[in-house]
């Protein structure tokens, strides 16, 4: 099967999502304050993004299918520009372009340092994600990525600072989140039960 078919399935899947909450905050769709749900929605989506790009090496040793690791780059790249549009959508609705305020909303909202802090790391992952980074920095770059668990730490105490009030939805996606760090041991990695041969992969170039 031709893989540049999945990228784009990934590349619609993944940019319906904003279009559609903006097309819903721009027809008041989302209740009395559009702007604060579109900043949450897409904070969400970059963590769901983040915990299937983490699925994506367990998923490829339980199936042997290599297809999963194709497009985990391009995932994580959807998870950093999901990122930035929360970003860019909290400037706008909450601070109102106000960077003044941004000083009180940091002494009110601490947790907002934890975001920012995991925004940083994300983006030296999603600068160093390209092959010519891979091989500038050789085995150092492996040591790099790995800060994608501090960046999925960082992810859920915000989003925990945030719906503290409600752990629910908290706690599934924490979850989630231990049982794909728990797969990443190596002693439990190798122990992954493949349910079907390796088939061989063929890439056609994008």
Same mark, same amino acid.
């Given at each position: $099967?031709?893989?540049?078919?999945?990228?784009?399935g990934?590349? +619609?899947? =993944?940019?319906i999502?904003?279009?559609?909450?903006l097309?819903? =905050?721009?027809?008041f769709?989302l209740?009395p304050d559009?702007?604060?749900i579109?900043?949450?929605? /897409? *904070?969400?989506g970059? +963590?769901? !993004? &983040? /915990?299937?790009? !983490?699925? $994506?090496?367990? +998923?490829q040793?339980l199936?042997g299918w290599? *297809?999963w690791i194709?497009?985990?780059r391009? %995932?994580? !790249?959807?998870c950093f520009?999901?990122v930035? &549009?929360?970003l860019i959508?909290?400037a706008?609705?909450? %601070? @109102?372009?106000?960077? @003044?305020?941004l *000083?009180v909303?940091l002494?009110k909202?601490p947790?907002?340092i934890v975001?920012?802090l995991?925004f940083?790391? /994300?983006? =030296?992952l999603a600068?160093?994600?390209?092959r010519?980074?891979?091989?500038? +920095? *050789?085995?150092g770059?492996?040591? /790099?990525?790995?800060?994608v668990?501090?960046?999925l730490? &960082?992810g %859920? &105490?915000?989003?925990?600072?945030v719906?503290?009030?409600? %752990?629910?939805?908290?706690?599934l996606y924490? #979850?989630i #989140?231990a049982?794909?760090?728990?797969l990443?041991?190596?002693?439990?990695?190798?122990r992954?039960p493949? !349910?079907?041969?390796?088939?061989?992969?063929?890439?056609?170039? =994008?």
């Amino acid at each position: $099967m031709r893989y540049p078919f999945w990228r784009t399935g990934v590349f +619609l899947a =993944a940019s319906i999502w904003p279009l559609l909450w903006l097309y819903q =905050a721009w027809a008041f769709a989302l209740g009395p304050d559009p702007g604060k749900i579109l900043v949450d929605r /897409l *904070g969400l989506g970059a +963590l769901i !993004l &983040l /915990l299937i790009t !983490l699925s $994506m090496t367990p +998923l490829q040793k339980l199936t042997g299918w290599a *297809g999963w690791i194709v497009v985990r780059r391009q %995932l994580g !790249l959807w998870c950093f520009a999901y990122v930035v &549009l929360h970003l860019i959508a909290y400037a706008i609705f909450i %601070l @109102g372009l106000d960077w @003044g305020q941004l *000083g009180v909303e940091l002494r009110k909202r601490p947790y907002i340092i934890v975001g920012s802090l995991a925004f940083l790391c /994300l983006l =030296a992952l999603a600068i160093t994600s390209n092959r010519y980074s891979q091989r500038r +920095l *050789g085995a150092g770059w492996k040591k /790099l990525h790995r800060m994608v668990y501090l960046i999925l730490g &960082l992810g %859920l &105490l915000h989003f925990l600072w945030v719906v503290r009030a409600d %752990l629910k939805e908290w706690s599934l996606y924490a #979850g989630i #989140g231990a049982v794909l760090l728990v797969l990443r041991i190596p002693a439990i990695a190798r122990r992954i039960p493949r !349910l079907r041969a390796k088939k061989p992969l063929v890439v056609t170039k =994008a």
